[in-house]
């Protein structure tokens, strides 16, 4: 049993840097809108988070670690009463510098706005006008 006592130490050292190193990241889909409930359809080619029905100021979130190698991608399919489209709401390259590892989306009647880190709301037009 003494032999296993070093694979054990490694593998513990090996989570417990892990942890460290690649610190989850958490992606969350909010409804802005009054008096209007959003649907919310989240995926990333590994995972299909399903489809929500949010009403006004629910919300939707869920964690994940990032990717260094290769991108770690997730993409939301939303659709109010005002429009609908599909967006990239975490992308390694591009989300890592304007949200850092937890990203809020607010669903608004102009379209979907990501709470920036730094320089307030960056919004995206609705892909498709209702």
């Given at each position: 049993m003494e032999y296993w006592r070093p694979a054990l130490i490694v593998l513990s050292l090996v989570f417990t840097t892990s942890e460290a190193l690649y610190p989850k990241s958490?992606?969350?889909v909010a409804?802005?809108?009054t008096g209007d409930v959003i649907t919310a359809?989240?995926?990333?080619?590994d995972d299909d988070l399903g489809t929500h029905q949010l009403a006004y100021l629910q919300s939707f979130s869920w964690t994940f670690r990032y990717s260094l190698i290769g991108s770690t991608e997730f993409f939301c399919t939303i659709s109010t009463q005002y429009g609908s489209g599909n967006y990239m709401v975490y992308g390694n390259y591009i989300m890592l510098n304007r949200c850092g590892l937890d990203c809020l989306w607010q669903v608004q009647a102009g379209g979907p706005c990501l709470q920036q880190t730094r320089g307030g709301l960056w919004c995206q037009p609705w892909q498709k006008q209702t």
């Open positions: 958490r992606v969350t409804d802005a809108i359809h989240c995926y990333s080619k």
